[in-house]
C-alpha cells in the first residue's frame, strides 16, 4: 500500500508544472484524494482535494491556478499548476483521505527566475 508522487522541479514564475501520484495496493476509486504542501519550517497546509466521486475543492491561494484531477483506470492523482508564483515553493504531498492516513512521499516545487 503506497503512494508515488513525481512531477516536481524548478520553474520560473508564471510557469507551468505537473504534479502525479499513483496508487497501488488499495482500491484508488473508492477514496478521495489531497494535495498539500508544506514550507520550510510549518505545518502541511491542504491545497487541493477530490472525493471519490469527482467533487473538488481547492485552498483560496490556489484557486483558479491549480487544477486537481483523477484517473481510476491508471490509479493516479494529479495536480496541474499555473501561473506559479515564488510562494508557491514548497514540497508537496498527495494523500489519501482516510481515517488511516497515507501519504506519499514530498515532491519539491521550486519557483524561482
Known amino acids: 500500500v503506497q503512494l508515488q508522487a513525481s512531477g516536481g522541479g524548478l520553474v520560473q514564475p508564471g510557469g507551468s508544472l505537473r504534479l502525479s501520484c499513483k496508487a497501488s495496493?488499495?482500491?484508488?476509486?473508492?477514496?478521495?484524494m489531497l494535495w498539500y504542501r508544506q514550507f520550510p519550517g510549518k505545518e502541511r497546509e491542504l491545497v487541493a482535494g477530490?472525493?471519490?466521486?469527482?467533487?473538488?475543492n481547492y485552498a483560496d491561494s490556489v484557486k483558479g491556478r491549480f487544477t486537481i484531477s483523477r484517473d481510476n483506470g491508471k490509479n493516479t492523482v494529479s495536480l496541474q499548476m499555473n501561473s506559479l508564483k515564488p510562494e508557491d515553493t514548497a514540497v508537496y504531498y498527495c494523500?489519501?483521505?482516510?481515517?488511516?492516513?497515507?501519504w506519499g512521499q514530498g515532491t519539491l516545487v521550486t519557483v524561482s527566475s
Open positions: 494523500k489519501r483521505d482516510s481515517t488511516v492516513g497515507l
Open positions: 495496493g488499495f482500491r484508488f476509486s473508492s477514496y478521495g
Open positions: 477530490i472525493s471519490s466521486g469527482g467533487t473538488t
